[in-house]
């Protein structure tokens, strides 16, 4: 199978946007790995004073952790999807938290601007047809020092990790995403996705290579350890 990007991909996930939050729901952790995620962003102030990216929203998972992370920021959330969008935008937000259709190889078309204190990317750089660009893009987006923290499906590399992530993805995701309005197509993308994306080394080193500095990788919990990984960078302070 040839894996999805641009709109091929948002097709993909405007069919089965009705039904993400409940197959989300049926991933032990999903949410509460998206409130570590942003935790790690460590923002000061409860952000106040500041200005955050969610970049590939979807249907507002990572902006409400995002904002729980953050609750006195400035929120902008983007998502190439209409469908995810229409879905996050029907939820309630306080003011300051701002839904914008666009993608993320474009976004000051989609006037996107910054500059931003943080950026949060859950699930998205994997998805991209050309990550450096995207992440150089997000690097020119923060502001110098800002933050940034990429949280995904990334394997260690390790046989067993790979053999895992197969299981639940034949066994458990792909089955029932196939009972939902999009069918089956995007979580087979999802796997193979995955598997074909960089490693969590491979993808450090890809930070770095793309001029971020304080390169971290930190592991999730539970039956995830070794599959998805946080990884958090800054854009370096003298960077002008
Ligand atoms: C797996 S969902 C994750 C959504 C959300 N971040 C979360 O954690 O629940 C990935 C989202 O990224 C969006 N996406 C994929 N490629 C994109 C791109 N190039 N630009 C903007 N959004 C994109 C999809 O439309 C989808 O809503």
Not at 203 to 220: N, Q
Request: aromatic residues 8%.
């Amino acid at each position: 199978m040839t894996l999805l990007h641009g709109p091929g991909l948002a097709d993909a996930f405007d069919r089965s946007a009705p039904a993400y939050d409940l197959l989300v729901a049926a991933n032990p952790g999903y949410h509460a790995q998206l409130r570590l995620a942003a935790r790690r962003l460590a923002l000061p102030g409860g952000g106040a004073g500041q200005h955050l990216l969610d970049l590939g929203c979807g249907t507002g998972a990572s902006t409400a952790a995002l904002l729980r992370a953050a609750p006195r920021a400035r929120i902008t959330a983007v998502d190439a999807s209409a469908g995810m969008l229409a879905r996050a935008r029907a939820k309630r937000w306080p003011p300051g938290v701002d839904f914008v259709h666009g993608a993320a190889e474009s976004l000051a078309g989609a006037g996107v601007t910054g500059p931003f204190d943080a950026v949060l990317a859950a699930y998205l750089v994997r998805n991209t047809a050309g990550p450096d660009a995207v992440l150089a893009a997000v690097r020119g987006l923060l502001r110098p020092g800002g933050r940034l923290a990429v949280h995904d499906y990334t394997l260690t590399g390790a046989p067993v990790h790979r053999a895992v992530w197969s299981a639940v993805c034949w066994g458990v995701v792909i089955p029932l995403g196939a009972v939902g309005p999009g069918g089956p197509g995007l979580y087979r993308h999802l796997w193979r996705s995955v598997l074909e994306f960089d490693t969590a080394p491979a993808f450090r080193d890809r930070l770095r290579r793309a001029g971020f500095a304080d390169v971290r990788v930190s592991p999730v919990g539970g039956w995830q350890r070794g599959i998805t990984h946080t990884f958090t960078a800054r854009r370096p302070a003298a960077d002008r």
